[in-house]
């Protein structure tokens, strides 16, 4: 079993104490972490979890904040601080979903890229070009047009043009390290083009795509928040941060809480990923 050398427990140490001296960056994990908690408590620190269904309590509809219902009751009387959790999961759903798939998906294709050239090259940095020329926003209103609005299809249309950023930023990095000397070392020692992509390669971008990955969360959160804003997200009852602001908003400016809790609880989660993936940058020594 391989320990760790005395110059790499430095290293770590280092790296470490410069994110534990970033009060923003601390201050983003907190947000980030807090969000996770609320999300896994969520059946068990919300007075009425029963809420995120199809529930309807119309005596208690645009019921005012109290000590009941901290955040109030939105038009079906349901309680906004119980959906509002719930509307973490939701959101942190999709940010799993989206970046599982677009992040190793664009890795693989930006890696070949820069380390294989040629054919290779061309194609997979054509078709990334091509989508990058697509705005996303448009790409994912024309597939919910076609798809059922949920939360599966709104992962498909987000992450149809999300790898795009992924493949980029790995082909970069690849480029410039494939003409490295230890790469040329694994080559005439007879490694495999898998051994050197996997093995010698992706170490190297490891940290950049950890940054990238932390602060593309954020915008994740933003654009589902945005789909189901305009009706192409999840479909009711379920409860979704974006959704809950587009119900609120007709009852401005004096049922205000129903679109305040969740608009909060959206910029809330954007701030703490934002700040943890400038923390997690400067640890890395990660250059924009």
Not at 8 to 21: D, N
Request: charged content about 15%.
């Amino acid at each position: 079993m391989s320990q760790s050398t005395p110059k790499e427990l430095t290293a770590a140490y280092m790296s470490w104490y410069r994110f534990s001296r970033n009060h923003a960056a601390v201050i983003g994990a907190v947000i980030v972490i807090s969000v996770l908690v609320m999300t896994a408590l969520a059946p068990w620190i919300t007075p009425f979890p029963d809420h995120i269904g199809s529930v309807v309590d119309f005596r208690n509809r645009h019921a005012a904040p109290d000590a009941q219902n901290w955040f109030g009751t939105d038009k079906a009387g349901r309680d906004v601080f119980t959906r509002t959790i719930f509307g973490f999961r939701v959101s942190l759903m999709l940010v799993v979903g989206v970046l599982g798939i677009s992040v190793p998906v664009g890795a693989v294709l930006g890696m070949s890229a820069g380390y294989f050239g040629g054919w290779t090259e061309r194609i997979i940095t054509g078709l990334t070009n091509v989508m990058l020329a697509i705005p996303p926003l448009v790409m994912a209103l024309a597939i919910g047009n076609v798809l059922e609005p949920n939360l599966t299809n709104a992962m498909i249309a987000i992450t149809l043009l999300w790898w795009t950023w992924h493949a980029r930023l790995v082909y970069r990095i690849t480029v410039s390290i494939a003409s490295e000397d230890y790469i040329e070392a694994a080559r005439l020692a007879g490694a495999s083009h898998m051994h050197i992509l996997f093995r010698e390669i992706l170490p190297n971008c490891v940290a950049v795509i950890s940054v990238k990955t932390t602060l593309d969360a954020a915008f994740v959160i933003l654009f589902g928040a945005t789909l189901s804003f305009l009706g192409f997200g999840v479909k009711p009852p379920t409860p979704d941060l974006g959704s809950m602001v587009a119900d609120g908003r007709q009852f401005l400016p004096e049922k205000w809480w129903e679109v305040l809790a969740p608009g909060f609880a959206i910029f809330y989660a954007t701030l703490g990923f934002n700040l943890l993936g400038d923390g997690l940058r400067d640890m890395f020594d990660v250059e924009d």
